[in-house]
């Protein structure tokens, strides 16, 4: 018989979209509900891409770069750690390859987390994080010896509506004072490198790697954008942590940086001759749709004390 006053079904509310994560062999790709994507390699924890909802990629990854850990991926954001550039002989990472080894071994995901997106938004508005990490003791041992240090490092990857952020932390796990530099080596994508401009690092003194020995350069008085015509390879030092830098193509925004705790920035593009001598650089002609916007702690070391941590960060938001 039927039930004069049976209880009605409680509405559930339909769950709101959840970001989705896939992990895969050694990548690890998120997806928002606002369809903005991210992948992230586990060889360097290189993020080799990131789209917004409209489907446009947002970085440069060369179709020759080699995605098996047999060399540093050559595009996307690898990560430098724990020297920038060239080591010199004379200081404790001097045995190491160029640019450290961070951007070549194998990271482990440690997981993700998903929230709403700071912006305070609701409606499928959220960000997810995504946690790597690599320590002393996950390093091939031939590294091990050219750099014998204990550490642990956290890389998180935030993906937000139109932004990424990316967060380094150093923790010296050992017993002895570390010294090391950090830089997110972003290649953004841009259409023709000719119309691009570089706005917040004028009022910057910078080191020009383009001639040798290298010349330091002190800071305008004028507030003109760099503009890039020729090989560039410069390294800002000194900004002010809360200024922005900007990439504008044409008459508009196309990036935002934003900083924590790093306050220099690398502006690298190796043009034509620089693109011809890099055996995993294709297309050749793909510097012109390359600008290397690259917010690091490189211009001198950044000490830690056994026990101690330190963390740096960057937001990059695409306009
Ligand atoms: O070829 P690599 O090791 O990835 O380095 C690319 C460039 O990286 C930039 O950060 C450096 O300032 C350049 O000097 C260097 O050429």
């Known amino acids: 018989m039927e039930r004069k006053h049976k209880p009605s079904t409680i509405p559930i509310s339909p769950s709101l979209p959840q970001a989705a994560v896939d992990v895969s062999d050694y990548t690890v790709k998120a997806t928002l509900p606002s369809r903005d994507t991210v992948t992230i390699n586990l060889f360097g924890a290189t993020v080799t891409s990131w789209t917004l909802a409209s489907g446009e990629e947002q970085l440069f990854l060369s179709s020759a770069a080699k995605l098996d850990g047999s060399k540093a991926i050559r595009g996307g954001i690898p990560i430098v750690f724990p020297v920038f550039g060239p080591p010199s002989k004379d200081h404790a990472t001097g045995k190491l390859p160029q640019h450290g080894f961070a951007r070549s071994v194998l990271w482990e995901f440690l997981g993700k987390n998903t929230s709403e997106s700071r912006s305070g938004k609701k409606g499928g508005d959220e960000e997810v994080k995504l946690d790597f990490g690599l320590s002393s003791g996950m390093l091939p041992e031939e590294m091990r010896q050219k750099w014998p240090y204990e550490f642990g490092l956290v890389y998180s990857v935030t993906l937000g509506k139109d932004t990424l952020e990316t967060g380094l932390h150093v923790q010296n796990t050992g017993g002895e004072v570390v ?23 004028s009022t910057s003194p910078y080191v020009n790697k383009t001639t040798s020995p290298p010349s330091m350069i002190s800071p305008s008085s004028s507030s003109e954008p760099l503009t890039l015509t020729s090989e560039t390879d410069r390294v800002y030092s000194s900004l002010k942590p809360s200024d922005p830098v900007t990439v504008q193509q044409s008459d508009k925004t196309k990036f935002i940086l934003t900083r924590e705790g790093l306050t220099d920035c690398t502006v690298w593009n190796p043009w034509q001759k620089g693109a011809e001598g890099m055996g995993d650089f294709e297309p050749k002609d793909g510097w012109r749709q390359m600008i290397c916007v690259e917010p690091g702690a490189v211009s001198g070391w950044v000490r830690l004390e056994a026990g101690d941590a330190w963390e740096g960060g960057q937001v990059i938001k695409a306009d």
């Open 179 to 201: 010294e090391f530099q950090a830089l997110f080596h972003n290649y953004l994508r841009i259409e023709d490198i000719s119309q691009i401009s570089i706005h917040g690092l």
